[in-house]
């Protein structure tokens, strides 16, 4: 069981292991919604459903809760250095359910910003993958793993837009 806290209700929120199951999503979009900080502030009908969370879990908890541990580090490196600098970043990105099954979209990470252009969180939406380009995804991001690139874990809870700590590498 991994176990994270929900800042709202002070509650744990848990989902199970992550399984050796996966499958790639091919509904209409998934959004999600961060303060600067990376906790839930939205999740849409959709993202709920597929997710497997209810929508009171979700919504303060840190978005690492449905970071699939088996993603390459250098992903993630990517994303934050691009979301931090004010940048959109779009990639392909393996999610993993409150049951622990593994669910492949096309991501897209933007800045939300204030009326002055600071950055006060971001909007990620998750779209089905093209199945082609995904099959060449996974062969990279296997190779990435392959050369050694460590694994990002829970601890890291970093899936991009988790909040200015963890983009610092």
Same mark, same amino acid.
């Given at each position: 069981?991994? @176990?994270?806290?929900?800042?709202?209700?002070?509650?744990?929120?848990?989902?199970?292991?992550? !399984?050796?199951? $996966?499958?790639?999503?091919?509904? /209409? =979009?998934?959004?999600? $919604? @961060?303060?600067?900080?990376?906790?839930?502030?939205?999740?849409?009908?959709?993202?709920?459903?597929?997710?497997?969370?209810? !929508?009171?879990?979700?919504?303060?908890? =840190?978005?690492?809760?449905?970071?699939? =541990?088996?993603? =390459?580090?250098?992903?993630?490196?990517?994303?934050?250095? !691009? @979301?931090?600098?004010?940048?959109?970043?779009?990639?392909?990105?393996?999610?993993?359910?409150?049951?622990?099954?593994?669910?492949?979209?096309?991501? @897209?990470?933007?800045?939300?910003?204030?009326?002055?252009?600071?950055?006060?969180?971001?909007?990620?939406?998750?779209?089905?993958? $093209?199945?082609?380009?995904?099959? /060449?995804?996974?062969? $990279?991001?296997?190779?990435? !793993?392959?050369?050694?690139?460590?694994?990002?874990?829970?601890?890291?809870?970093?899936?991009?837009?988790?909040?200015?700590?963890?983009?610092?590498?």
């Amino acid at each position: 069981m991994v @176990t994270f806290t929900n800042v709202n209700t002070g509650k744990s929120v848990s989902r199970e292991e992550t !399984k050796d199951e $996966e499958f790639i999503y091919e509904g /209409k =979009p998934l959004l999600l $919604e @961060t303060d600067i900080e990376g906790h839930i502030t939205y999740a849409n009908r959709r993202f709920v459903e597929v997710s497997g969370y209810l !929508k009171e879990e979700l919504i303060g908890s =840190p978005h690492c809760v449905h970071m699939h =541990p088996n993603m =390459p580090q250098a992903i993630f490196k990517d994303a934050c250095e !691009k @979301t931090s600098a004010g940048k959109t970043w779009h990639g392909y990105i393996c999610n993993v359910s409150k049951e622990g099954i593994g669910y492949w979209t096309e991501l @897209t990470i933007q800045p939300k910003r204030d009326e002055e252009g600071k950055v006060v969180g971001y909007m990620a939406t998750r779209r089905a993958p $093209e199945q082609d380009e995904l099959e /060449k995804v996974m062969e $990279e991001y296997a190779q990435l !793993k392959a050369s050694g690139d460590a694994n990002v874990t829970s601890q890291y809870c970093g899936e991009v837009f988790i909040g200015r700590g963890a983009c610092q590498f």
